[in-house]
Structure formats: C-alpha cells, structure tokens
C-alpha cells in the first residue's frame, strides 16, 4: 500500500525533473532518472539511457529553450509497491533558436499551439512510471521511463464526443503539483 512519503518523494521527483528543463539542466535531470531508463519524447524519438538523454539536452542547449516548468493539470499518480506512474497534461513554453527544432514531428505540431512571439506553448500528456531502485539496487524512487506526445489543440474537438479541452473542467494554470 503506497504511503504519503512515497507520493510525495514521486510528485518531487516530478517536479525536478520537469524543472531540470529550464535552462536545459544535465546535473538537475540526471538527479531523477535511473541510469538504463527509456524515453519517448515530444520530439518523437526514443532515447535509451541516461547517457543518450544527457546529449540530447546538450544538443537542445541553445537550440530550444524551455521558458519555465510547464502548467500542469489532471496529475494522477497511482503506486502498486515498488512501482508508480504518474500521469498529466501540461503547457510546456519553448522558444526555438534558429530554423525548428530539429524534429519534424515537433515542427509539423508546433504552428497548432498559440505563440507570443518567439514562444509556442506547445501542449503534451505524459506518462511517466517509477521504480522504487535507482538502478544501483538501492530502494529510491527513480524514473525508469517517461513518454510524452502532442496534445490536440484545447479547441479541437474530440471525435466520438465533439467536445474539446478548452470546454472540460480543467484549468490549465493550475501550478504544477
């Protein structure tokens, strides 16, 4: 049965990793994910371990900057003894430096998300599972694997309900938990 520690050393890894993307932060990042973990990222490619993860964030360094820590909303975390997930949709500011991102995926989703200026708040859901191993046999809680993929414009509608984000209870101001 997961206790409150566990929930809340699971959101404040959350949290760090989230903030590590500020200003592109390799030591703040590492600090949260096991070593042999997998990542699908907005970009739309996998990266396969920590060491994979580290170049990406040192290619993205001056290419593509995340303003600030996303605006989250429908953070749900469920633990099931030495595993968790975490799920969320969020707002991530980014500005890109240059001509794209390097992604054809992010490029071709990017002109749906409004912009101020030279900054597109580009829309995403996450998963993101945690061991309670941190891949050197020690019980702390890690990210093992994180997916993260565009979200639909909050005006489209959803086909089979014809609603749309912007008209379901959320609000996507709500700080990050």
């Known amino acids: 049965m997961p206790t409150d520690d566990d929930i809340q050393e699971i959101r404040r890894l959350h949290r760090e990793w989230w903030a590590s993307n500020r200003g592109l932060d390799?030591?703040?990042?590492?600090?949260?994910?096991?070593?042999?973990?997998?990542?699908?990222?907005?970009?739309?490619h996998p990266y396969f371990g920590l060491a994979e993860k580290e170049a990406l964030f040192r290619h993205y360094?001056?290419?593509?900057t995340p303003t600030e820590p996303p605006s989250l909303w429908d953070v749900r975390v469920s633990v099931d003894h030495d595993m968790a997930y975490l799920t969320s949709e969020g707002v991530l500011a980014v500005v890109a430096a240059g001509e794209g991102t390097g992604s054809a995926t992010l490029d071709a989703v990017?002109?749906?998300?409004?912009?101020?200026?030279?900054?597109?708040?580009?829309?995403?859901r996450e998963t993101t599972v945690f061991?309670?191993?941190?891949?050197a046999g020690n019980r702390r809680w890690k990210i093992w694997h994180f997916h993260c993929s565009p979200l639909a414009p909050a005006d489209e509608p959803r086909p089979g309900?014809?609603?749309?984000?912007?008209?379901r209870p959320h609000d996507p101001a709500e700080p990050m938990t």
């Open 161 to 167: 309900f014809g609603d749309a984000a912007d008209q």
């Open 110 to 124: 990017a002109p749906l998300y409004p912009r101020d200026g030279d900054t597109v708040h580009v829309r995403f």
């Open 61 to 64: 360094q001056g290419r593509l």
């Open 131 to 135: 061991r309670r191993d941190d891949g």
């Open 26 to 44: 390799v030591d703040r990042m590492r600090a949260c994910f096991a070593p042999d973990y997998l990542m699908w990222n907005l970009n739309g």
